[in-house]
């Protein structure tokens, strides 16, 4: 099946720094999906990208969609400690809504 | 964005006991809803597609008579855990797919920490 490389696995950052974080595939995604998640919580939808090249912003949080669509990342200007928890992204390419998601990018910020 | 409520958020059941999640869609109508299995420092597996008014779709290695998926109306699934064993102690965790013309996204249930003794 369809597999997303998700990198960094995890990330110590200093508040106050920008954090950059990608997903990659061998595969087309038509959707791509960032959310983050606390411990015990489900995820939280952050940011949704539906057309190759697009750029959107969500506050402190920017992601694009590649031109290629097979890869996006999820950039966080400065940092601040509760943005500390688990960030996945996940790809859709299939009518029936089915994501594939990466295995996640833990995040710390010192205070 | 959308909301998604689970019921219970925790439950502790004995070994060989049944155990029912309720995943609802709260202010929209969700025709597929999804339930994934999270173990502790690892990312979400689907176990199983819950399709509205049909039977579940279940992803490869997910005993379907283990785990009963039931998708009575457009914003209620549920989950059976049948015959419990400490092995399924786990994080279920449900998500509804929400579509608004060509846009689909999905947004997840605060889930479950099931626990078997």
């Known amino acids: 099946g369809q597999q997303l490389n998700q990198s960094p696995q995890s990330m110590f950052i200093q508040e106050g720094e920008d954090v950059s974080m990608n997903c990659t595939s061998s595969s087309i995604f038509n959707t791509w999906l960032w959310y983050k998640q606390d411990p015990g919580e489900g995820p939280v939808l952050l940011i949704a990208?539906?057309?190759?090249?697009e750029l959107t912003s969500n506050g402190r949080l920017t992601a694009q969609f590649g031109i290629t669509r097979k890869d996006s990342f999820l950039n966080i200007s400065a940092s601040i400690p509760s943005d500390v928890g688990i960030y996945f992204c996940?790809?859709?390419?299939?009518?029936?809504?089915?994501?594939?998601f990466g295995d996640g990018t833990t995040l710390t910020v010192k205070p | 964005g959308a909301v998604v409520s689970q019921h219970p958020s925790r439950v502790i059941c004995k070994s060989g006991t049944s155990v029912k999640i309720e995943c609802r869609s709260l202010?929209?109508?969700?025709?597929?809803m999804f339930w994934y299995r999270q173990f502790p420092k690892k990312s979400l597996m689907l176990m199983a597609t819950s399709n509205e008014g049909s039977k579940a779709t279940y992803e490869q290695g997910v005993e379907k008579d283990k785990f009963l998926i039931n998708h009575a109306s457009l914003t209620l699934s549920t989950l059976t855990v049948t015959s419990a064993h400490p092995e399924d102690s786990s994080f279920y965790i449900c998500?509804?797919?929400?579509?608004?013309?060509?846009?689909?996204?999905?947004?997840f249930g605060p889930g479950t920490r099931l626990l078997v003794l």
């Open positions: 202010d929209f109508q969700a025709t597929t």
């Open positions: 990208l539906y057309k190759a090249g």
């Open positions: 996940a790809g859709q390419n299939t009518n029936a809504g089915k994501s594939t």
């Open positions: 998500s509804a797919r929400s579509l608004t013309g060509y846009e689909e996204t999905q947004y």
